[in-house]
Each structure stands twice: as C-alpha cells, then as structure tokens.
C-alpha cells in the first residue's frame, strides 16, 4: 500500500505541481500581459504627462506675454489718464481765460457804450450850440444886409442930394 499509496502522492504531487506550474504560467502570462497593458498605458500616460507639459509651457507663455500686455496697457490707462487730467486742467484754464475775457469784452463794451453816449450827447450839444450859432449869424448877416441896404440907401440920397447941389451951384456959376 505504501508503494501505491507513494505512487499516489507522487502523482498527486506531481499532479499539483503540475497544476501550480500552469496556474503559473498563466498568472505570468497574465501578470505579463498586464505589465505590457500597464507599460503601454504608462508609455500613453507619459506621453500625455508630456502633451499636457508642453501645454502647460504654453499656457505659461502665453500667461506671461498676457501679463506683459495687460501691464503695458495699464502703464498706457496710467499715461492716457495723465493726458486727460492736464487736458482737463488745461480745459479749465481756457474756461477761466474765456470767462476772463468776456468779462474784460462785456466791460470794455460797456466802457466804450458809455464813451459812445458820452460823445453822442456831447456831438449832439455841439450840433445844438452849431445850430443856434449859425442862427444867430444867419440873423445878424439879415441885420448887416438890412443896414447895409439901409446905408446904401442913404448913400444913394446923399449923393442924389451933392448931384442936386452941385447942379444948382454949377447952375448958379454958369448964370453969374
């Protein structure tokens, strides 16, 4: 019985060993086929961990150029807002000029409106006391025309009286 029983465990051994060697083979073949699975997926993720590198290169480039943008263009906004404010300022001061000079206008207008009626009233005097001159002359040019007739008048009589005379005296020293 020993020998068989041996047989039997020999067998059985060989028959486990043989099941463990093919249990085995297929745990190797499968743990082999997972670490090609597991290598493949790896070589992807690798790939894709270098994609996603590359990506996030990029992107940091791109961050950076758009820092550079935005901080040129805030430095531009800081300029620009600078301009506006002496723009501003100097708007302000063209106001305060403008308004300085219509008020110097309106009282220099005013100044010369006043001078304009001073010299108006004053003119309008003169064309007055003018006007009452030229009458007083035209009146007394009538009265040294009417004295003037008048003495020519007399004249005229004078001397139709001195003709008549010396007529009546040549009359008397041509009779005598």
């Not at 083979?25 to 670490?35: H, N, W």
């Not at 090609?36 to 690798?46: E, P, Q």
Request: with cysteine; charged share 40%.
């Amino acid at each position: 019985i020993t020998t068989t029983n041996d047989n039997y465990c020999s067998d059985n051994i060989k028959e486990y060993a043989e099941l463990l060697i093919s249990r085995s083979k297929r745990t190797e073949d499968i743990l082999s086929k997972q670490i090609k699975k597991l290598s493949t997926d790896n070589s992807v993720l690798l790939k894709e961990l270098d994609v996603m590198h590359s990506a996030m290169s990029d992107l940091h480039k791109r961050y950076d150029r758009a820092r550079g943008i935005i901080n040129q263009m805030k430095k531009r906004e800081d300029a620009l807002e600078d301009e506006i404010r002496q723009l501003q300022e100097e708007l302000r001061n063209s106001e305060d000029n403008c308004r300085y000079i219509s008020k110097t206008c309106d009282e220099k207008l005013e100044e010369a409106s006043t001078k304009v009626e001073l010299v108006k009233n004053e003119t309008e005097k003169d064309r007055i006391m003018m006007e009452a001159s030229i009458k007083r002359l035209e009146l007394e040019n009538t009265s040294w025309q009417s004295k003037f007739r008048d003495k020519e008048n007399s004249e005229r009589e004078l001397i139709a009286i001195c003709d008549s005379l010396m007529a009546v005296k040549e009359q008397e020293i041509s009779e005598a």
